[in-house]
């Protein structure tokens, strides 16, 4: 009977011990684990739209002199894109570049998964904040919709 209870006392403690370690493992595990909330704001990415076509032919009358654009097709939609940030801040350096010709604007929060291009993005929104002149928020912004459109369009 001694021998049962010590037997006993031996499997409860490993069974303890054994709750012990997975509860301390989930707890560290648990702890580097990003939320789904942080995952989306870090894949958050503000877009300048230009507009929205139901025309193909009318959408490309109204954007023929603009270079640096994005077209995407959805829902028998056009939607024209003429810049893309991580900042706010950056896109109304942008913005300023089409609302001088006479353009409405408007930002279009999306989530981007492509994370060579979020990558890219960063380095391309500091050089967008330190850009002085409209030449150069023109030439960064027409690489960052080319590298959108080559590693997340066509990808």
Known sequence: MIV??????????SVVFTMLLGIATAKVVYSKTISSDDKKSNN?????????YTNKNSMQLDTKGIENKIVTQENDKY????GISKSKKNLE?????????GYSLYIKEMY??????LVNLEQFDKLIE???????????????LSSYEEMVIKS
Do not use: C, H, P, R
């Not at 958050?44 to 929205?52: C, D, E, K, P, R």
């Open 112 to 117: 981007v998964l492509n994370n060579e291009f």
């Open 93 to 101: 350096k942008i913005s300023k570049l089409y609302k001088n010709d």
């Open 79 to 82: 939607y024209v894109y003429v």
């Open 4 to 13: 049962v209870m010590v037997m006993n006392k031996k499997i409860i403690l």
């Open 44 to 52: 958050t990415v503000y877009f300048l739209q230009l507009g929205v």
């Open 130 to 144: 330190s850009a002085k002149t409209n030449e150069e928020i023109n030439t960064i912004n027409m690489v960052i």
